[in-house]
């Protein structure tokens, strides 16, 4: 069953954003919140995130297309991804890299001193303010790849679709803005729906579950 639905590509409102008729700090911030909730709060995703299936419509409001691969996503890989989240907004090393070991980013036995030392650098460089993706990246080049290369971490099938939606989100961002910066754009987004995020995580059964505990 298809339906036609009208609206301009996300990646195609240039002239609307230049004219003042469009916000592209709003329209980024809505489909930040799109996709938190579709992968913290309800957990159900939306698998294939490109510009293609994203449009705005005249009163801002985002419509999402092809429906084609979609994916569940269990309370407890939402708990670990939240709190991998969160800790990762308040620049907290321990437990980002706990995160990291749980999600299997880092493999089992990779040594915890050597991912201090990278995700202290990440955290720096995701922080960092007032510099360009360009300058990032480059700064990911001079202080991580090197080590990198060599050590043992990965990223498992279930994660690739929300690395899809980052790479989507910093996409959006640096169109409209060139030192849009995704982590600190986002991490306000988060806060607000911490709520939210963490009722969703109780788990029914238990009354004394409490969701995700998160300071």
Avoid: C, K, W
Wanted: glycine share 8%.
């Amino acid at each position: 069953v298809m339906e036609f639905v009208p609206g301009r590509r996300i990646d195609r409102l240039d002239a609307l954003v230049v004219s003042g008729r469009a916000r592209s700090d709003a329209i980024v911030q809505r489909v930040i919140e799109l996709y938190v909730r579709m992968m913290l709060v309800d957990g159900l995703f939306h698998a294939d995130p490109h510009p293609g299936n994203l449009l705005v419509q005249d009163d801002g409001t985002i419509v999402v297309l092809d429906f084609g691969m979609v994916v569940r996503v269990e309370r407890g890989l939402r708990r670990t991804l939240a709190r991998t989240a969160f800790a990762g907004i308040q620049r907290d090393a321990e437990g980002l890299i706990d995160g990291f070991f749980a999600l299997g980013v880092l493999e089992p036995g990779a040594d915890r001193a050597v991912a201090r030392q990278l995700v202290d650098a990440l955290l720096d460089i995701a922080h960092a303010a007032d510099t360009t993706t360009v300058d990032r990246m480059q700064l990911v080049a001079d202080r991580v790849m090197a080590t990198l290369y060599d050590y043992p971490v990965t990223l498992p099938a279930d994660l690739v679709y929300f690395a899809r939606t980052a790479a989507l989100i910093e996409g959006l961002g640096t169109r409209y803005d060139a030192r849009f910066n995704a982590v600190t754009f986002a991490a306000p987004v988060a806060l607000r729906m911490r709520g939210a995020i963490m009722a969703s995580l109780r788990d029914p059964d238990d009354p004394r579950d409490t969701g995700l505990p998160v300071d």
